[in-house]
């Protein structure tokens, strides 16, 4: 098993940056993909992107591609989501999952953080 804890949401105008980090609780936690998802108000959970278990392979989501940057640092057990150039449509509850192998299918990921909030305003 793996407990994951999202951080570094806030508040932020358009065309900013903020880097979210999402700490994992374990020793297996190198054998995880992963994933970045987000739910706005009123929406569907949606794929952010995700990173395989040692870094070599990443997925983004269209919306966010040449924008946000997925990385990993499993000496620290953390999986960091870099967001730059913030639009107002990014605002959403963002989680990071677990699970084993790479995929873009929320329903896949076994394990959940709790969400971090991230609010872009004009």
């Known amino acids: 098993q793996v407990q994951l804890v999202e951080s570094g949401g806030g508040l932020v105008q358009a065309g900013g940056s903020l880097r979210l980090s999402c700490a994992a609780s374990?020793?297996?936690?190198?054998?995880?993909?992963i994933g970045w998802f987000r739910q706005a108000p009123g929406k569907e959970r949606e794929f952010v992107a995700a990173i395989s278990r040692n870094g070599d392979n990443t997925l983004y989501a269209d919306s966010v591609k040449g924008r946000f940057t997925i990385s990993r640092d499993n000496a620290k057990n953390t999986v960091y989501l870099q967001m730059n150039s913030l639009k107002l449509e990014d605002t959403a509850v963002y989680y990071c999952?677990?699970?084993?192998?790479?995929?873009?299918?929320?329903?896949?990921?076994?394990?959940w953080g709790q969400g971090t909030q991230v609010t872009v305003s004009s």
């Open positions: 999952a677990a699970r084993i192998g790479v995929t873009t299918a929320d329903r896949l990921y076994s394990f």
């Open positions: 374990g020793r297996t936690f190198s054998r995880y993909t």
